[in-house]
């Protein structure tokens, strides 16, 4: 397609019709067109009326009508201020877990050399900028899907980061992490009960994996126990336990790891306002 910019965005907003707010759709378009044209997303604010061609936009245009979200479009999310490689098979990250990032940061630098384990690591988003932002830090990330580790290992690579990626179930007991210890487990699970689905949009429930987001509405917590009994025996003596949560789910998260035996116990809000994060000490012993 052969046009000016803004004819361009104009065009991928009208095949995007009502998935998203006009704001959203617009921002969206400069996003997938930027990436496509191989130049930085500003020109597309600054120089609207310049003339430019675009090859296969077309294609583009039909994956955003189907709800096709963005990133898995272009291959790539910003996270941390760190450029991620990202496709079907791992969840995008939020910018909600980056507070989680930051939080854990903050507890780490208390910390000589801090020993992290991210569970569910996906992206290996965490993990990698935790690697980054903790460079005395020694760090490990585990994951139950072979596509979400081959994913992490190239991101880690390409960032150039040393993080041990192993494949681990989280629902059994994460005994690839046995025998070792740790300062600070930090995980964002699967938390959003089946029931949720119907009432979310497209771009998640029709292209991102599923095994990512959602649990039985009977047990939401189902990951969060299980991994909160695993870690009694993987942090060390003054380990601190964090996840990112379920906001309808805060109290009765906080019930069960004081149920578990965890000290400590503190939720924080995340930049919309909503219960998001939770950090928690080891039982004593």
């Known amino acids: 397609m052969r046009g000016s910019r803004a004819d361009i965005i104009n065009y991928l907003c009208a095949q995007m019709g009502d998935l998203y707010s006009t704001e959203e759709s617009r921002r969206i378009a400069r996003i997938v067109a930027a990436h496509k ?15 430019i061609e675009i090859v296969d936009i077309e294609h ?13 479009i272009t291959g790539e999310c910003e996270f941390c201020g760190i450029k ?15 507070e989680l990032v930051m939080w854990a940061v903050e507890r780490a630098k ?50 150039g980061v040393g993080v041990e990626i192993i494949k681990d179930d989280a629902l059994g007991g994460l005994q690839g992490l046995q025998g070792k210890k740790y300062d600070i487990i930090v995980s964002n699970p699967p938390y959003i009960p ?14 991102e994996p599923h095994i990512a987001l959602f649990v ?16 009694q025996e993987l942090l060390s003596e003054q380990g601190c336990l964090m996840f990112e949560i379920h906001s309808p789910l805060s109290k009765e998260c906080t019930d069960m790891l004081k149920e578990e035996g965890y ?9 919309f306002g909503r219960d998001r994060m939770i950090c928690c000490q080891r039982p004593p012993k």
């Open 263 to 271: 000290t400590h116990i503190e939720v924080r809000k995340d930049l």
């Open 110 to 159: 208390a910390m000589t050399s801090p020993r992290i384990a991210d569970i569910c690591t996906g992206s290996g988003c965490i993990a990698i900028s935790l690697a980054k932002l903790l460079p005395n830090a020694t760090i490990t990330a585990t994951d139950i899907s072979d596509e979400a580790i081959s994913l992490a290992k190239e991101n880690a690579a390409t960032i």
């Open 194 to 207: 089946l029931s949720e689905r119907e009432a979310m949009h497209i771009n998640v429930t029709h292209h």
């Open 60 to 72: 583009t245009a039909k994956e955003l009508a189907a709800g096709r979200p963005a990133q898995y």
């Open 37 to 51: 044209s191989g130049v930085d997303e500003i020109k597309f604010l600054i120089e609207p009326n310049e003339t």
């Open 84 to 98: 991620f490689a990202i496709r079907e098979g791992a969840l995008i990250p939020r910018p909600e877990t980056e």
């Open 216 to 231: 039985e509405d009977n047990n939401p917590l189902l990951f969060y126990r299980a991994i909160a009994r695993a870690a």
